[in-house]
Nanobody, 123 residues
């Protein structure tokens, strides 16, 4: 069992930055690929970024490439998402998710989810 707790969301002006954190419980964090997803009002949950178990491989959806950076610290059982150059269309609830084994862009492939953290970008 893995419990995930996100933090770091908030209200920011367009062009600003935020850093989201996702703290995981348990001693098997390094066995899980991690992903960040987001869901805007009235829209389906969408993939944002993922990172491999070692942190050596990352993937991003096209709309955030060059602006967002995913990273992890396995010693701290934490995955991060740095959000830069934020746009109003980035407004959503952001969720972290854990998948045993390799990365995936599909939300259905993930085993555990956090409760989400709200990011609101004002224009």
């Amino acid at each position: 069992q893995v419990q995930l707790v996100e933090s770091g969301g908030g209200l920011v002006q367009a062009g600003g930055s935020l850093r989201l954190s996702c703290a995981a419980s348990g001693r098997t964090f390094g066995r899980y690929a991690m992903g960040w997803f987001r869901q805007a009002p009235g829209k389906e949950r969408e993939f944002v970024a993922s990172i491999s178990r070692s942190g050596g491989t990352t993937a991003y959806t096209d709309s955030v490439k060059g602006r967002f950076t995913i990273s992890r610290d396995n010693a701290k059982n934490t995955v991060y998402l740095q959000l830069n150059s934020l746009k109003s269309e980035d407004t959503a609830v952001y969720y972290c998710a854990a998948r045993f084994g390799s990365q995936s862009r599909r939300s259905a492939d993930h085993d555990y989810w956090g409760q989400g953290t709200q990011v609101t970008v004002s224009s």
